[in-house]
């Protein structure tokens, strides 16, 4: 059996973390609290990114016309019933979650995470988004709860960033997480396979580049066309591949095998809603995606972190 694991996973598993460190079932309720984006509102860009739906990637946070509050007790009342002594996660999941001033942040953070059974934060955010007052904000944060900050970065190559219009560097992403982790922050960092026009070794070369950075996690994450997004737009104009399944989870597999053991895999496939989705459709078959990256490690004999001796940390 695989060290971290207490199942047929051969990949370190968010649910085995949570389980190991809170010895408990943890859920994280995703949630959208009103923000906007430095990619959308000007500052930038007014074009956003050119996968992101209205949402701003928050398909399945709560409704914004409702408070936070309200939002996170809709999904807890749910999970509760099947699992009541459960413990929470307030997801800040939608737009930008640290494009705020600190009071504002402190406002919507707080009001969740007084809340019963509410063990920590994660909030997903931009790399570029994150003021020194807020490094401080969260600083004093993490000291008091589990926080973790999610940051989105995709690809590691410049020119892909550029399609996509990601707005900021590779360099700036990396300056972040070392300010975070000189405050003993989690990260956890986002990627996507199958970005137009890059190839399994670039795709590979993004894990690669992750592994030797001191993150706590990783969400791997396929592209998916969502209706009304430029990505949807640039496809019908250029037909550009998208990967199949099986292309999929043969990267996926790959990818698992330069990354440290110890890197927690939060996201190892996509969670599209079937009516936004223009392509790939094999994509919203979740557990035969994640039956099928089980599959391939058992029949490569394989597991998370085999390949990463190879790599030398900084």
């Known amino acids: 059996m695989f060290k971290y694991s207490n199942s047929n996973k051969r990949y370190h598993t968010l649910d085995y973390f949570y389980k190991t460190k809170f010895n408990s079932k943890v859920f994280k309720v995703s949630l959208n609290a009103g923000f906007s984006c430095p990619n959308l509102d000007g500052t930038l860009s007014n074009k956003g990114?050119?996968?992101?739906?209205?949402?701003g990637s928050g398909e399945f946070a709560g409704n914004v016309n409702d408070d936070?509050?309200?939002?996170?007790?809709?999904v807890k009342d749910m999970i509760s019933h099947k699992w009541?002594?459960?413990?929470?996660?307030?997801?800040?999941?939608?737009?930008?979650?640290?494009?705020?001033?600190?009071?504002?942040?402190?406002?919507?953070?707080?009001?969740?995470?007084?809340?019963?059974n509410v063990i920590g934060?994660?909030?997903?955010t931009r790399p570029d988004a994150i003021s020194d007052d807020c490094l401080d904000y969260l600083e004093e944060l993490n000291k008091r709860t589990f926080l973790t900050v999610e940051l989105g970065l995709q690809t590691i190559h410049?020119?892909?960033?550029?399609?996509?219009?990601?707005?900021h560097t590779l360099e700036c992403f990396k300056n972040c997480v070392n300010k975070l982790r000189?405050?003993?922050?989690?990260v956890v960092v986002h990627i996507i396979n199958g970005l137009p026009y890059e190839t399994k070794e670039m795709m590979i070369g993004t894990v690669k580049y992750l592994n030797n950075l001191d993150i706590q996690g990783v969400k791997i994450h396929m592209l998916h066309i969502i209706k009304g997004t430029n990505l949807e737009k640039?496809?019908?104009?250029?037909n550009f591949h998208v990967l199949t399944k099986d292309e999929y989870v043969d990267i996926v597999c790959d990818q698992l095998e330069y990354l440290r053991e110890e890197i927690v895999i939060n996201r190892i496939t996509g969670d599209p809603k079937i009516d936004d989705l223009v392509e790939p459709f094999w994509l919203v078959?979740?557990?035969?995606?994640?039956?099928?990256?089980?599959?391939?490690?058992?029949?490569?004999?394989?597991?998370?972190?085999?390949k990463s001796y190879s790599i030398t940390l900084e």
Do not use: W
């Open 182 to 186: 000189e405050r003993n922050i989690n």
């Open 84 to 116: 009541p002594n459960s413990k929470y996660i307030a997801y800040f999941q939608a737009h930008t979650n640290t494009y705020a001033p600190v009071t504002t942040l402190k406002e919507k953070y707080e009001s969740v995470l007084n809340l019963n």
């Open 49 to 55: 990114c050119i996968y992101c739906s209205n949402s």
């Open 234 to 238: 640039l496809y019908k104009e250029t």
């Open 158 to 167: 410049e020119k892909t960033s550029i399609l996509i219009n990601r707005c």
């Open 285 to 306: 078959k979740k557990f035969d995606v994640l039956n099928s990256i089980d599959k391939e490690m058992v029949r490569r004999n394989s597991y998370q972190g085999i």
């Open 68 to 74: 936070l509050v309200t939002q996170f007790n809709n």
């Open 121 to 124: 934060l994660s909030i997903a």
